[in-house]
């Protein structure tokens, strides 16, 4: 995009300085002025140069070219210093650099007439503190606000510069026939403080100069700005204090221009007649503006316009156009009208007040080819009212829009051919900043810009290319015993629209297959583009055991009983069995991993035994039998005569349960024994032959009675 830079034209009035009387102050390089300074007991304000007699004499600089001079041909009026420039020769101070605080240089005469406020003047000084003089010089270095009756100057930033620390920048001007450029650049601050440092340009010329635009002959130009303030006028590390002052003051307390006055940090600002400001609200600001005028309202001065000469656009490219009106006088408002002449693809707006801030934006379309013009209007409240208009020019030319053709996509591996239309003058295709003509082959994907240039346009497009990869993978492979089925899935990564499966010579297309035996399988997936994989797998299904075991006795058993449980499980091939997990029910134990277990039964009940077997490859089998458990007799005599045999009352359950009672009485009704845990082990106690009553009663409360018979001798 080609944008050169329209300015617009903006008139300011300013008044004569009236004279007054010189105090008797040390000279500025007596160390009697700085012990005062940094004391705090010079007065403020004074006129002139303390000690400085001899700036009454005129300095006769060389006068550069006119064709020396830089334009603002890119809205930034900040001038390149070079050698046409020279160090201003501040009074009192030591060349080359003459490195000072609050000096001035002798009259400067000039090769042209400035205009301020309907009076001409042919000379000037500089002044140290950020701004230029008329008829006498100032070394006042802390800022009063505008208007005031004690000063004529013009001043980008009058504030305490102090340039004695190394680290700081110097002050630097240059005159051509028409226009005179003083730059104080990256200067620091009183007391001989450089940590922070501003950058700020000051032009004046005879109205006609094309260095600022035609109309004007003021411009004011910034770029870093970091402090405000120095310590003698209250500052603490660059800010506070007294505030720095922005403006033009014509000297007889009514004409003035005050863009603000900046003592803190920031971008904040309210207008010229509000609060104090934020230093970086002036970064990068440039503003043109006229002085030479007698009407005591100031036109609206425009600000930060990123615009100045006819805009070249080609179909499709965008502008943002950006500015501010602001009002010098405190007090006043400002409103914008925007006129788009029915230019289609503008859109804008702006706010009302002490700055009218537009944010506006232009695309060139089809419709709009041709020249297109669009005014900004800031009218402020003033008496009379004052206008500034900025004009824009947008030239919109049609040329072919680039377009991208190829096939958006290759396989891995492989490669894709880009094309332009071969109409441009240039082309230069990215990633990879390739200057190449209108074809490039790729083999990476991704989205490709081409840039391409014709009648000066510059036009971007792109192009997104894609790799095809799909990656065949068959998840769910494991071995599976037989009787069972295992589901292979070819999931979806990678871009995968297709699938093709073989298994044992079979087709099947879906994503998911099941199988149920050993198979041989190949699976082919493929994506949008085309593009395939193949991967194959060899499925397995593994041998299982057959669980099978008997118990001794067989079932039914009795109470108390023991029972042999004996495996008898087998398994095919060259597998053997290598587990075996029992649950039996109502038994002791009730589980066991044992291949033969041996159990008893407390209780009568019903016993599911269950079997699950597993041999070396993995796999199980599960068998169930149903063990019936009956209850024992309880015997009705026992012969305890000692031949080792029926010795005791037996009865089985006792054996097996603990806390079973047993009472046993004579035929005359007396007790004759008890126990509250019996185990089948009363043996008579020496009581004679005969029949004896009986009562079992077991922990759940279960009764059982009858006769028992001690019969010694049963010959």
């Given at each position: 995009?080609k ?6 034209t ?13 105090q008797?102050?040390?000279?500025l390089?007596s ?15 004074f ?9 009454l ?31 201003a ?15 001035s ?8 007439n ?15 503190n950020?701004?230029?003089?008329f008829?006498?010089?100032?070394a ?8 005031s009756?004690?000063?004529?100057m013009?001043a980008p ?16 001007y240059?005159?051509?026939p ?7 650049q ?13 950058d700020f340009?000051?032009?004046i ?10 109309g ?10 970091q ?8 500052g ?16 007889d307390?009514?004409?003035?221009i ?19 400001d ?18 005591n ?25 950006d ?35 537009i ?41 072919p ?24 003058e240039?082309?230069?295709w ?26 000066g ?31 292979l899935?070819?999931g ?14 079979i087709a ?29 797998a ?15 006795p ?6 108390a ?22 649950s ?19 209780d009568i ?14 796999c ?14 309880i015997?009705n ?23 079973c ?6 035929r005359?009704?007396?007790v004759?024994y008890r ?13 004679s ?15 059982a009675n ?10």
């Amino acid at each position: 995009m080609k944008v050169k830079h329209l300015l617009s034209t903006v008139f300011l009035t300013l008044a004569a300085l009236p004279i007054f009387a010189q105090q008797a102050i040390p000279a500025l390089n007596s160390p009697q002025y700085q012990s005062m300074k940094e004391a705090g007991t010079l007065p403020q304000p004074f006129m002139g140069v303390p000690g400085g007699d001899n700036l009454l004499q005129k300095v006769q600089r060389t006068v550069q070219p006119s064709n020396s001079v830089q334009a603002a041909t890119s809205c930034n009026c900040l001038q390149t210093i070079d050698n046409t420039f020279s160090v201003a020769e501040f009074q009192g101070y030591t060349p080359p650099d003459y490195r000072n605080d609050d000096a001035s240089t002798a009259q400067i005469s000039l090769p042209f007439n400035f205009c301020l406020y309907g009076t001409n003047y042919n000379n000037c000084y500089i002044n140290n503190n950020g701004n230029i003089s008329f008829d006498d010089p100032y070394a006042t270095y802390s800022a009063s606000g505008f208007p005031s009756a004690n000063f004529v100057m013009v001043a980008p930033f009058w504030a305490d510069v102090d340039t004695r620390n190394l680290a700081s920048g110097l002050v630097y001007y240059k005159i051509t026939p028409t226009a005179m450029i003083v730059r104080w650049q990256n200067v620091g601050y009183f007391n001989s403080q450089a940590d922070k440092v501003n950058d700020f340009q000051l032009i004046i010329t005879d109205g006609s100069d094309p260095i600022i635009p035609v109309g004007s002959n003021v411009s004011f130009c910034y770029g870093d700005m970091q402090w405000t303030t120095g310590s003698a006028s209250s500052g603490v590390n660059g800010f506070g204090g007294t505030p720095a002052t922005v403006g033009a003051n014509q000297g007889d307390g009514t004409n003035f221009i005050q863009f603000g006055r900046f003592d803190q940090a920031g971008v904040a600002y309210d207008g010229p007649g509000g609060a104090s400001d934020g230093i970086s609200w002036l970064d990068n600001q440039s503003f043109f503006f006229n002085v030479c005028t007698n009407n005591n309202n100031i036109a609206p001065i425009v600000s930060g316009i990123n615009v100045c000469d006819t805009i070249t656009l080609c179909i499709g490219e965008s502008i943002p156009i950006d500015f501010s009106f602001l009002t010098p006088e405190i007090g006043q408002n400002i409103s914008t009208a925007i006129n788009s002449n029915g230019v289609s693809g503008f859109t804008g707006s702006a706010t009302s007040g002490t700055t009218s801030v537009i944010t506006s934006s232009f695309t060139a379309t089809p419709q709009n080819v041709g020249y297109n013009v669009i005014t900004f209007t800031g009218t402020d409240t003033g008496t009379p009212n004052a206008s500034t208009t900025v004009t824009i020019i947008i030239n919109v030319i049609d040329v072919p829009l680039p377009v991208i053709t190829g096939n958006g996509y290759f396989c891995a591996g492989s490669s894709d051919t880009l094309s332009l239309q071969p109409i441009y003058e240039t082309y230069l295709w990215n990633p990879g900043n390739i200057d190449s003509l209108s074809t490039i082959v790729v083999t990476n994907g991704g989205t490709y810009t081409a840039t391409v240039t014709i009648q000066g346009c510059t036009l971007d497009t792109t192009f997104t290319v894609a790799v095809g990869n799909p990656i065949a993978t068959i998840a769910g492979n494991a071995p599976f015993c037989d009787g069972e089925c295992v589901t292979l899935d070819a999931g979806t990564g990678s871009g995968i629209t297709d699938y093709n499966w073989t298994i044992n010579g079979i087709a099947d297309s879906t994503q998911t297959v099941t199988l149920c035996d050993t198979a041989a399988v190949t699976l082919i997936v493929s994506d949008q583009y085309g593009c395939s994989d193949t991967t194959s797998a060899q499925v397995i299904s593994l041998p299982k055991p057959v669980a099978a075991f008997i118990t001794t006795p067989p079932s039914p058993g009795f109470i108390a009983q023991p029972v042999q449980i004996t495996d008898q499980s087998t398994t095919p091939g060259n597998t053997t069995v290598t587990g075996w997990n029992w649950s039996i029910p109502n038994a002791l134990p009730s589980s066991s991993t044992d291949q033969n277990p041996l159990v008893l039964y407390g209780d009568i009940s019903d016993s599911t035994i269950t079997l699950i077997v597993t041999n070396s490859v993995g796999c199980t089998d599960t068998l169930t039998l149903i063990f019936e458990v009956i209850p024992a007799n309880i015997p009705n005599v026992f012969t305890p005569n000692g031949d080792g045999q029926n010795e005791t009352f037996v009865i089985p359950k006792s054996t097996v349960i603990d806390n079973c009672k047993l009472i046993i009485w004579n035929r005359w009704g007396k007790v004759v024994y008890r126990s509250d845990n019996y185990k089948s082990d009363w043996d008579g106690e020496g009581h004679s032959d005969g029949v004896y009553y009986f009562v079992f009663t077991e922990p759940d409360g279960k009764e059982a009675n009858g006769t028992v018979t001690i019969l010694r001798d049963n010959n």
